[in-house]
């Protein structure tokens, strides 16, 4: 009986306090996240929207119905009317009311109408209120404003940052719904363009705002819609439905589910996941998301949403991992950057787990793996500072050689780890924030060889390995040129005097002494697998802003490997690992004719059947560059010569456990194509 007393008090306090004219804060202390009575509905959703008592904006209307788009918004305001079934004396005004509103904020906000932007759906709660058409637009522009992400179109920021936070906590869903090619904005953008309104009952509506506008988190929307996915995911992941089509519309069909009674629940779970998140992520997305859409947004908002993982700031990784106990996130820092760096200054709870073990030494990286799991569940145990549940993974913050580190975290997520994210900025990024207190905050911190502190140390350091220096000559300096870089020149003059100097190298490819190979010799680092030597030790040039290839294996042919490598015009074929630009790698054949090269994706659960990925002619072939230290990561970059100038237009990277032999064959074939070429 006392707790029917309590639960019923809280009603009364709200009526008191809204007579007295409160604000949004009492509100929210009063309610406490609760359903608010119908009565006291319209009142207390203009407080928390900060509203009440604003003047009448559609003033400045004028009047004017002259929108392209006008007779589109006029039949969508008369099918939206028709369908709350108003009364007919009334239906015409309230028509004239919709098309009032939506018109003068496209034209007050410069944007154009269309009806799947969710305008009208955001408004039909609204109009349940018996507002006044001034408070009705007021209410709007408020939700609008402040609730719904911009950018909400294909492939925008709000759907890749879904996507990384169903990622983060359900990686084995998320990789489901990629295999399927399932993207966020083809089943949640009802969702978020309409706060819902779009899928759910009126009823439903009217409790989900109530909780929504009390909390005020404008990034709430996304783990609401992380909720309703993870708790369908049995559904989803052993479903009947096949196509791509039927499961997205599956999907978009989940909030249609939920009964009133749940929302608060439902709510309640949503912000539990909103406390096992990375927070840094909220600031990253602010501008992008809920800024002033009159104010470009800072150049490296943009870049995160193309983020393999949930980034993490360096300053809430040492905030985190400093408090004691808790319930937010904590963080297992690994820290993957090679061992000299390491060496000379690391955070002192972070597991070194050096990135370039996955391509020198896979089985010893396969053990350091189970070492770090390992590291990880007895600090957690034994309550160490180091201890934590989620898994930050750091570099140096210099993107060549944080490719290795994408590699290594793309491993971790392909084996379905939950709570996987990055370190923004690595190590440069903790040093800068570190900078005052140095020594107190990394250990083994050594001025003289940290790679911050004096940037000619990695240069210096780059080419060691056990120990031992390396050293080029003054005469591997004078003709160390590499030869893809002289094809690069075969290519720009199609001399036959290039062409000829170019068949005296191939020719005399092991005369190190005049240009340079990788040998059993040299001092320059482990071979993966003890390869033989390759064609080069350059390292390779990312400078080139390109797309690599990727496509949708739905539109891709799908051959039968076995048949292919039998082919009488294949002259070489070998089993590979294609790495695309996130870090993924996908088992792979590289097959090479006359005139192409071929690279067949195997399908996974399908023996021997592959997508063709790639057909390259091997005339566009401009550039070839291997790693120094990992000399069967290949890269071919392709595109085409204009005067001078040579223009990348598109990159495969490949592990190829043959990388000598397998370059040696495509550079003979070049040859024979570019004689063809000038003949």
């Known amino acids: 009986m006392a707790d029917g007393i309590d639960d019923t008090s809280w009603v009364t306090d709200l009526e008191t306090a809204l007579v007295e004219s409160c604000d949004f804060g009492t509100i929210r202390n009063i309610c406490k996240c609760r359903t608010v009575p119908d009565h006291l509905r319209a009142e207390v959703w203009q407080i928390c929207l900060n509203v009440q008592n604003k003047g009448d904006a559609l003033s400045a209307f004028d009047g004017l119905y002259d929108l392209d788009e006008q007779g589109i918004i006029r039949e969508d305001c008369r099918a939206l009317v028709d369908k709350l079934g108003n009364e007919e004396e009334d239906k015409v005004s309230i028509v004239s009311d919709l098309e009032s509103i939506v018109t003068f904020f496209s034209k007050s906000r410069n944007e154009k109408y269309s009806s799947e932007n969710g305008w009208l759906e955001v408004i039909q709660p609204l109009l349940a209120l018996k507002l006044t058409r001034a408070q009705i637009y007021n209410c709007f522009y408020s939700i609008v404003n402040k609730f719904i992400p911009r950018d909400c179109v294909k492939g925008g920021k709000p759907f890749h940052l879904f996507r990384l936070l169903l990622q983060y906590h359900d990686p084995e869903l998320s990789s489901f719904l990629d295999t399927k090619r399932i993207l966020p904005d083809l089943y949640c953008h009802s969702w978020f363009r309409s706060l819902f309104s779009a899928p759910c009952d009126l009823q439903v509506i009217q409790v989900m705002w109530d909780v929504y506008f009390q909390h005020g988190d404008q990034f709430l929307t996304f783990f609401m819609a992380l909720v309703i996915l993870v708790n369908a995911r049995d559904q989803i992941l052993t479903g009947e439905l096949e196509s791509k089509q039927s499961i997205a519309e599956m999907l978009a069909s989940f909030p249609s589910g939920l009964e009133a009674e749940d929302i608060e629940d439902f709510c309640a779970l949503a912000q539990y996941y909103a406390s096992k998140t990375p927070q840094s992520f909220r600031r990253d997305y602010q501008s992008p998301l809920f800024g002033n859409n009159l104010i470009p947004g800072k150049e490296e908002d943009l870049q995160v949403s193309q983020a393999l993982c949930l980034p993490v700031s360096v300053a809430e990784l040492l905030q985190n991992n400093n408090l004691a106990g808790g ?24 597991f070194h787990l050096d990135a370039n073990l996955m391509l020198q030494n896979p089985k010893e990286f396969s053990t350091a793996v189970q070492a770090l799991l390992a590291a990880k569940q007895q600090s957690i145990s034994s309550g160490s500072a180091a201890g934590g549940e989620h898994l930050c993974f750091i570099g140096s913050g210099r993107e060549e050689e ?24 690595g190590y440069q990024s903790l040093h800068e924030l ?27 350091s780059s080419d060691l390995e056990n120990g031992e220096d390396f050293h080029r000559s003054g005469k591997e300096e004078e003709n160390g040129e590499s030869f893809f870089g002289k094809l690069t020149s075969t290519v720009k003059s199609k001399s036959a005097v290039m062409k000829q100097k170019l068949t005296d190298y191939i020719k005399n490819e092991h005369q190190t002494q005049e240009s340079r190979h990788v040998s059993n010799t040299d001092r320059v680092g482990k071979r993966y697998r003890n390869m033989a030597n390759v064609f080069s030790i350059g390292d390779d040039d990312d400078g080139d802003d390109v797309g690599e290839n990727s496509s949708d294996d739905d539109r891709k042919e799908v051959v039968n490997v076995e048949v292919w490598l039998k082919k009488p015009d294949i002259k070489y074929s070998c089993r590979c690992q294609e790495v695309i630009g996130n870090g993924y790698m996908f088992p792979s054949h590289l097959l090479v004719t006359d005139t192409h090269l071929y690279v067949l994706r195997e399908i996974p659960n399908r023996k021997n059947m592959a997508h063709i990925q790639a057909r390259r002619a091997l005339g566009s072939v401009v550039k070839i560059t291997s790693k120094r230290k990992h000399p069967d990561f290949v890269t071919f970059k392709y595109g085409s010569v204009d005067g001078d100038e040579i223009q990348v237009t598109d990159i495969d990277r490949f592990l190829l456990p043959q990388a000598a032999e397998a370059t040696k064959i495509i550079k003979q074939q070049i040859i024979k194509v570019l004689d063809a070429l000038d003949s």
Not at 436 to 451: A, T, V, Y
């Open 327 to 350: 319930d937010g996130v904590r963080y297992f820092v690994v820290d993957c950057r090679p061992a000299d760096q390491y060496n000379n200054g690391h955070l002192s709870t972070a």
């Open 402 to 425: 944080d490719q290795y580190v994408h590699m290594v975290i793309a491993n971790f997520l392909q084996k379905h780890y939950q709570y996987v994210s990055f370190a923004k900025g």
């Open 434 to 460: 570190l900078k005052d207190r140095l020594s107190e905050g990394l250990s083994s911190h050594n001025p003289k060889h940290c790679i911050v502190c004096n940037p000619d140390a990695s240069h210096n």
